[in-house]
């Protein structure tokens, strides 16, 4: 299985709303991370997590919050955010901490109302 | 902050012909990847070249890279419809754990029938 699996794929929210992405992967890879992606821009790294640990935080707003649950899974938590944040969001995974080749997922259009 | 830069932004050309992008980036890096992304779905990898590695085949692209003047380019030859996309080259800088990917501004390219 290669595949990245993310969901929902169309999330509408809110301002006030509490929701969260999902991300699954079966590759056994150790590294994941979150992407946002505004149109016809490239992808903006967001977090990192190695060995389920999080291990790059690029000051990302409160309002994000992740959380790996375990070695295949990864959250992202919303809350109370802003229009501004209408985006899609792309998850990945890597074999590991260093320079791999990174696998996308499809990932999630989130628009917030 | 973004260090790549892509040029052309936007590509059109024909079924058969020859297509080439280019990428700029400011640090000194571990590795380049490019990547393909179809209209508002997940990034694909295409090739990954080593910075100690000048140019790298696969299939019907062929990736330069030149360190000295830190540039990089995609050659992809008799292009298909199929290739319609936008491509992005993404860099790891030197001295990290090659986690941090760093996205190019991306080329769109357009493959006409």
């Known amino acids: 299985d290669t595949e990245v699996t993310q969901t929902p794929k169309h999330l509408v929210m809110g301002m006030t709303n509490k929701k969260s992405l999902k991300c699954e992967q079966h590759?056994?890879?150790?590294?994941m991370y979150w992407y946002k992606q505004k149109a016809k821009k490239p992808p903006e790294l967001m977090f990192v997590?190695?060995?389920?640990?999080?291990?790059i935080n690029e000051s990302v707003p409160s309002r994000f919050s992740p959380e790996c649950p375990n070695s295949s899974l990864l959250n992202l938590h919303l809350h109370a955010l802003q229009p501004e944040d209408s985006a899609l969001y792309l998850c990945?995974?890597?074999?590991?901490?260093?320079?791999?080749?990174?696998?996308f997922g499809p990932g999630t259009r989130l628009t917030v109302t | 902050s973004q260090q790549g830069e892509e040029d052309p932004q936007a590509l059109s050309i024909q079924e058969g012909e020859n297509a080439t992008m280019n990428c700029s980036y400011k640090t000194s890096i571990n590795n380049l990847q490019w990547y393909r992304q179809n209209s508002g779905r997940g990034l694909v990898h295409l090739i990954l070249?080593?910075?100690?590695?000048r140019e790298k085949h696969s299939g019907r692209l062929r990736v330069t890279l030149d360190t000295s003047k830190k540039s990089s380019s995609l050659l992809i030859t008799a292009s298909r419809a199929a290739d319609t996309a936008s491509y992005f080259c993404?860099?790891?800088?030197?001295?990290?754990?090659?986690?941090?990917?760093?996205f190019g501004e991306g080329t769109q390219l357009t493959v006409n029938p």
């Open positions: 997590y190695s060995y389920e640990k999080l291990s």
């Open positions: 590759m056994g890879h150790r590294a």
């Open positions: 070249i080593r910075s100690n590695e």
């Open positions: 993404a860099t790891d800088a030197l001295g990290t754990s090659g986690s941090r990917l760093t």
């Open positions: 990945a995974s890597s074999p590991g901490w260093k320079a791999y080749e990174q696998y």
